[in-house]
């Protein structure tokens, strides 16, 4: 896979170098908003159809959001309520992306339009909670972060 920084992207959807105070990510019924009080350069790119376009087969999450600055890599997957699946997404997207962000902290961040605690119990859950050192987060409808 070619560097990110080589991307171009063909979806008209993702945003590279902005430092806008507010950054949204949409599902269909889902959203994640990121609020940057530092105005830090930001990228966000579509995962799915536009970064990892050619990787047909492989379950690939929403958007990954990058704050180059404080070497932050956030994997995000909006998602009805099927967190099994997402979780799935964003694992595939780590082990895919992964080489391209040495020394980067990655998150993962799952909106979903429900939250079933039994599905935060489960086995893939806890492992890619574990490959993220704990950096796994799941909100309902909206999750809102904040970069400082």
């Known amino acids: ?13 993702c945003e590279l170098k902005s430092n806008n105070k ?9 959203e994640y908003r ?10 966000k790119y579509v995962v799915d159809d536009c970064l990892l376009r050619t990787k047909q087969k492989d379950e690939k ?16 997957e ?7 699946k997402a979780v799935n997404q964003l694992d595939s997207s780590i082990n895919i992306l992964r080489n ?6 990655l998150k993962g961040r799952i909106i979903s339009t429900r939250v079933y605690s039994p599905d935060l119990r489960m086995q893939a859950y806890k492992r890619l909670r574990e490959k993220l050192k704990g950096q796994l ?8 972060e904040l970069i400082k």
């Open 61 to 76: 999450c929403d958007y990954l959001v990058l704050i180059n600055e404080i070497k932050e890599a956030y994997f995000v």
């Open 137 to 144: 987060e799941t909100r309902n409808i909206v999750f809102i």
């Open 100 to 105: 391209n962000l040495p020394g980067y902290v």
């Open 1 to 13: 896979m070619k560097a990110l920084s080589e991307h171009t992207c063909t979806c008209n959807k």
């Open 34 to 43: 990121i609020i940057n009080e530092n105005e830090r350069l930001i990228d």
């Open 78 to 84: 909006c998602k009805g309520s099927d967190v099994l």
């Open 22 to 30: 507010v950054l949204i990510a949409k599902g269909a019924k889902t």
